[in-house]
């Protein structure tokens, strides 16, 4: 991808606590970030995207940084994600998306039938369609200057499809479920052509400079577990053995997270019997060695209490998980109603009672 040559002269890496925990290793405290930390609920975020097209922001390496960067500068997180959107995939296909104010993500013309597959890129150039977001994260990735690893992300195949099919977001998501059920090849066909993308695309990512990745597969939940065995989970594995095989032949160990809500949670744990921790909303890392990291998943509402009842959530649920192999997160993004402080408050109760926790042991 032509950005390997960035890799030498990377700020050195100050705080891998969240490097270590998704390796299952011990860590003085449990790292923790917040699912959109870069976020309305900061005025300095509103104040940067205060009339801007989302989508041409995210086209702009500067922008993402900054925006990126923001949350760091309030908070002692443990990791920053790369600020950009899932559905940066189907554009490269080439489908049209536009963001709609009070509407959210919008593709005036979505995929109807099966015909409509030839609409999209045969063959999609990885570097020249996404490079920049690759851009944006090697700015980042130098910006952040080695205070904490940065994250990549992409969506799952069946989430970008069923965003692709329904043309936004959906209550009943019948229009992407009525493919599967109708259209069973031309759904494995896509899926397989979204899953081509997202292995070269997480790569690339990781070229630019992403220590660490992660996968969205924000409609789990919509699910069956027959359908999600047959059209999400064989595309997920898909994509963590490709992209491993690719990183460790380049002798690179990037931790993979492996998103959805309990739904998809439950799929995995009866499949694999590998999760130990029995926990609603969470996110499941496949390593090695049939151990795994957990990342989740206190309720974002639970930011409304007050600060004082945080803290204790906050110790319910470090109890709940332990203090090992575990990334503290919330189980949906921060809303734009949040308060600031609520955020800081989180972030140092997951710092102080799990620095206690783990020096009792
Ligand atoms: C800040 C933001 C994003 N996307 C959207 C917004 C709000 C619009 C704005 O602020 O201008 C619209 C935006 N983008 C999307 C939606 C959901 C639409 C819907 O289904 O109704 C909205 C409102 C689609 C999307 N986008 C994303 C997901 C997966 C995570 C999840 O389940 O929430 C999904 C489903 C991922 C995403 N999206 C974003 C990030 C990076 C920032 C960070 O987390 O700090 C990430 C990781 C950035």
Redesign the pocket.
Known sequence: YGYDDHQADFPQLQNDTFLRAARGEETEHVPVW???????YLPE?RES?AGKD?FE??QTPAACCE??LQ?LRRFPFDAA???????VVPQAMGMDVQ?VAGK??TFPEPLKEPEDLQRLRVKVDVGKELGYVFKAITLTRHKIEGKVPLIG?T?APW?LMS?MIEG???NTHSKAKRWLYRHPEASHMLLRMLTDVIVEYLLGQVAAGAQAL?V?E??AGILGPVEFKEFALPYLRDIARRVKDKLKEAGQDVPMVR?GDHTLHAHICTQSHRCTVCVCVCVFRERTGGKVSLQGNMDPCALYAPKERISDIVKKMLEGFGTRAYIANLG??LY?DMDPESVGAFVEAVHTHSRQMIKQK
């Open positions: 917040c699912m959109r930390q870069a976020g309305r975020f995207r989302f922001t995210c925006l990126t949350p994600i790369i600020f950009s959107d899932i559905l963001m959210g993500p992300f969506g989430t965003y936004g977001g959906s992660q969205f924000s409609h998103d949906h993004g734009p």
